[in-house]
């Protein structure tokens, strides 16, 4: 079942902002299976590239008990679309399948780190599946070459290309590892096992993101200093040869913040989240902080926290990474005084300054639901998983938040009322204006489409023209009217497209249709 609306994102201003602080629309769509079932805990983990989102359901009973399942969905003719389940092929109670998962082109990568094999009670493995003619098909089943009873290998999963990174935080007396595999000749083998030169028993080396050659490791009980600060490892690849990199320690380290306990990682940027750091008579509220590389040289470039944070928030529980947009959650979040709700925060970088632009916050939001307990990003297409929904029911659901810059949009300008006669062959003027916070000359008219049927622009550029004599130049598109879908008694009609660099974008108008 999906659930759909537009909704206003929650600002901590009554105007909302975007970079140069145009308003930012969020499509919401809730997405929950049709065999949804009591404390499935739908959302546990999610995965979002592109069109296609995968969310784990890791209590499903399907093959017993507890033995999980994910679900994949896609996005087809604008609706969300329940594409498949996948279960393990030989998954039994317990096994705690999709307790991870993660989701690269037709790759989808999942994590059942309780599942057993002879001698091996919680030794954990990661199933692979591929997209082939439009079926997801289970390919291998990964598990580590020096497996051990409680590794729980599949705590966390992630994939880039042809590369696949799963922990097992309980390797070694939980010190932790991660496995790299890699797909070659049409076979997934096991290029490296990955552990920290200086971890110890304890650090529980757990979280983890990939993006290419480089794999970011969070170990939230490492000890430095004598205290339990936490820490994070970067691994860098060369060929076939995995090295550490850099062990990432804040600049402002305190003791059981839980620093890595959660990663994400997009090129040369990376977020580390620290869940239970405190500030100024808040505790647990948590902080997430980004670094920045430079050749092979980490530094921290900021600390970032919610402008509204409260006691035991919880924010960077969760963190997702794009570009230069990252996404926090802050599963224990009371938006709108929903206790337990949940939130995720939307952060935008300028060079080296990143602000705070938006909140998300599911629009049923009730008590306990833990929206942002997982999260991911693709571009700027925000999944959230709350796993708590239905509270004493732990149903669980995923939304999707499609981020959408607001503009200013005049049809036929020059004219009120904006009439148009559906029959007719010619065109329909459309200017997307220039304000105070949004410049139409960022709009990349190869993407702009109009109407309920989607017109391109009639001569394929538009131009630039001050249509409303305020000064600034604004862009003017053209429509054939035949090509919109405008109907008779249609009041309004929608442009939608993207700027150059990428952001979406929408506007809407009044308009009269003539009689035919």
């Given amino acids: 079942m999906l659930r759909k609306r537009l909704v206003l994102a929650l600002g901590l201003a009554s105007t909302l902002v975007w970079c140069a602080h145009a308003s930012l629309l969020t499509l919401e769509t809730e997405l929950l299976p049709a065999d949804a079932a ?16 995968v969310v784990g359901a890791h209590l499903d009973d399907d093959k017993g008990l507890s033995s999980g399942s994910a679900y994949v969905f896609r996005l087809v003719s604008g609706t969300w679309v329940e594409e498949a ?37 919680n030794a ?27 590794d729980r290998f599949g705590a966390a999963v992630a994939i880039s290309g042809d590369t696949i990174a799963v922990s097992a935080f309980g390797d070694d007396a939980l010190r932790g590892a ?94 580390v989240g620290a869940y239970l750091d405190d500030h100024p008579g808040l505790s647990n509220a948590g902080s997430v902080y980004v670094f920045s ?113 607001e503009v200013t949009l005049d049809i036929k300008p020059g004219t009120f009322p904006n009439t148009v006669n559906p029959q007719s062959k010619g065109v329909i003027p459309v200017a997307v204006l220039t304000t105070g916070d949004f410049d139409a000359q960022s709009v990349d008219p190869g993407t702009v489409r109009f109407g309920p049927d989607g017109a391109a622009e009639a001569h394929s550029m538009g131009h630039l023209e001050d249509v409303d004599g305020d000064g600034d130049l604004d862009l003017l598109l053209h429509f054939r009217v035949a090509d919109t879908g405008i109907e008779p008694g249609d009041t309004e009609a929608t442009l939608t497209g993207t ?18």
């Fill in 38 to 53: 009591l404390v499935d805990e739908l959302g546990y983990a999610v995965s979002v590239r592109n069109d296609a989102v």
């Fill in 85 to 121: 389940k996948l279960t393990a092929s030989d998954g039994a109670p317990q096994d705690d399948f999709g307790a991870a998962v993660a989701i690269d082109g037709d790759v989808i990568v999942v994590g059942s780190n309780q599942e057993d094999r002879p001698g091996l009670i």
């Fill in 124 to 150: 954990g493995a990661a199933y692979v599946f591929r997209r082939t003619s439009g079926s997801w098909i289970q390919e291998t089943k990964l598990v580590a070459s020096d497996a051990a009873q409680s």
């Fill in 178 to 271: 991660v496995y790299v595999f890699r797909y070659t000749a049409a076979t997934w083998a096991e290029e490296a096992k990955l552990v920290a030169s200086d971890g110890v028993a304890g650090d529980v080396l757990a979280a983890v993101a990939i993006d290419g050659d480089t794999v970011v490791a969070g170990a939230p009980f490492t000890k430095d200093l004598g205290l339990e600060t936490g820490s994070t490892y970067v691994f860098r690849r060369t060929g076939i040869t995995w090295a550490e990199e850099a062990k990432l320690i804040r600049l402002d380290p305190g003791p059981s913040d839980r620093f890595g306990g959660s990663v994400a990682v997009s090129g040369d940027t990376l977020l």
């Fill in 293 to 405: 590389r430079t050749g092979a040289t980490w530094s921290q470039e900021a600390k970032l926290s919610a402008v509204d944070k409260s006691s035991n928030d919880q924010f960077g529980g969760a963190v997702g990474l794009s570009g230069d947009l990252a996404v926090i959650g802050a599963q224990l979040a009371d938006p709108r005084g929903v206790s337990n709700a949940g939130a995720a925060y939307v952060f935008l970088r300028t060079e080296t300054t990143w602000t705070q632009e938006t909140k998300l916050v599911a629009g049923d939001a009730a008590p306990g639901d833990r929206l942002g307990w997982a999260l991911q990003t693709s571009g700027f297409r925000v999944v959230a998983g709350a796993p708590h929904l239905g509270s004493a029911t732990h149903t669980g659901s995923a939304c999707v938040f499609d981020l959408v810059v």
């Fill in 499 to 516: 700027t150059f660099d990428g952001k979406p974008l929408q506007g809407t108008d009044t308009l009269v249709t003539t009689p035919y």
